[in-house]
């Protein structure tokens, strides 16, 4: 049975195709079938962000107005096998993403795939609220900074209110991704602590994901983090994140830096 | 952080705490006003408005209207300018 996943925030630039690509290709190096949808039509971005940006010929437009069979707009991975990208289209008409034609691609990738996550654009309206519509899990991308928290308490709301689950009386699962989260400076009162934002927001916390030079790195490159530095703490903290979404119990917390052997035989005399 | 600060404590007060007593007061009540219909106080601006209006001439730019929303209390400041009134009956 597929799992629909929408990766969303309200607030644009808070780390949701980042976000989209590193847990796709974690859960895709299980070997699940996986695929990322760009639901961000005219600012298509995730293509890009994977490193497919120049294999694009079909995208979801085509596919909703049936000028492209779904087979033929899907763009498999070069790194993963069981990876695809549905990618979105240029177009600046907004109404060309209908609801009856999500409707039928999100069936017919349901069918095809284990995992179908929806990369949302920022913002509250249709592209959005139609990322979101055939969720089962909702992540919800948010950085410890005030403006985001707020946006994120938006979407909490209509994540509860105007999706299908919610509308059938049924509850999205809700989780919540903490994202650029610097310790330090939260243990020095410079930054909402991770207890601040989940009081607030009380949905149940998927992971910490720490800031680091590693995913501009990684968006340079056009690879997922968790395949361009793997062992890199934002990396590690994405792969147990995915592990959590598939229902493992990992305790959270924060990675970090792994010392190399001379710093580690040296420990402490630094 | 100057040298003095660091030697005599905090010189500046930690932001997070504010950033997040900000954010509580505020989705407190951006939950409950989801549409803004339930929003008691802009009621009662408009019905406040609406009654004096009924028995001076008010005119809308000579009304200013300050809101503070606090955690347990909140502030609804109506302020209008009352033009002349003359005594009815005399002319």
Redesign the interface.
Same mark, same amino acid.
């Given at each position: 049975m597929a799992k629909v996943l929408v990766v969303t925030s309200g607030k644009g630039g808070v780390g949701k195709t980042t976000s989209t690509a590193a847990l796709g290709a974690a859960l895709a190096q299980t070997g699940q079938n996986v695929v990322v949808v760009d639901f961000d039509v005219g600012l298509r971005n995730l293509d890009l962000v994977m490193g497919a940006e120049r294999r694009v010929v079909f995208d979801l437009i085509n596919v909703i107005q049936g000028d492209a069979k779904l087979s033929q707009a899907l763009i498999r991975d070069k790194r993963i096998e069981t990876l695809s990208i549905l990618p979105a289209s240029q177009t600046r008409d907004k109404d060309a993403l209908t609801a009856e034609g999500v409707a039928r691609v999100m069936q017919e990738l349901r069918e095809k795939f284990d995992w179908v996550i929806c990369d949302s654009p920022a913002g509250i309206e249709r592209g959005a609220q139609l990322a979101m519509y055939h969720a089962d899990h909702a992540i919800v991308v948010t950085n410890p900074?005030?403006s985001s928290? !707020?946006d994120s308490?938006?979407i909490i709301?209509m994540l509860d209110s105007t999706t299908e689950k919610a509308k059938g009386g049924g509850k999205i699962e809700k989780h919540l991704l903490l994202t650029r989260y610097d310790p330090a400076r939260?243990a !020095?009162?410079?930054?909402?602590?991770i207890e601040?934002v989940l009081e607030?927001l009380s949905i149940p916390l998927l992971g910490i994901i720490p800031e680091s030079e590693e995913v501009l790195r990684a968006s340079n490159l056009g690879a997922p983090v968790t395949l361009s530095s793997p062992d890199s703490p934002p990396a590690r903290a994405y792969a147990e994140a995915a592990r959590r979404l598939e229902g493992e119990k990992l305790e959270i917390t924060v990675p970090t830096e792994r010392k190399g052997l001379l710093a580690r035989l040296f420990k402490g005399k630094s | 952080m100057s040298l003095f600060g660091s030697l005599f404590g905090r010189g500046t007060k930690t932001s997070a705490p504010v950033a997040r007593d900000r954010l509580q007061i505020l989705l407190a009540h951006e939950r409950t006003g989801e549409g803004n219909e339930s929003d008691l106080l802009s009621k009662l601006q408009a019905e406040i408005i609406e009654v004096i209006k009924r028995h001076i001439p008010v005119e809308q730019e000579k009304v200013q209207v300050k809101l503070d929303r606090g955690n347990s209390v909140s502030m609804l400041e109506i302020d209008i300018e009352v033009p002349q009134i003359r005594t009815p009956g005399r002319r």
């Open positions: 900074e005030v928290v !707020r308490d938006r709301g939260a !020095r009162g410079e930054m909402l602590r601040d607030i | -």
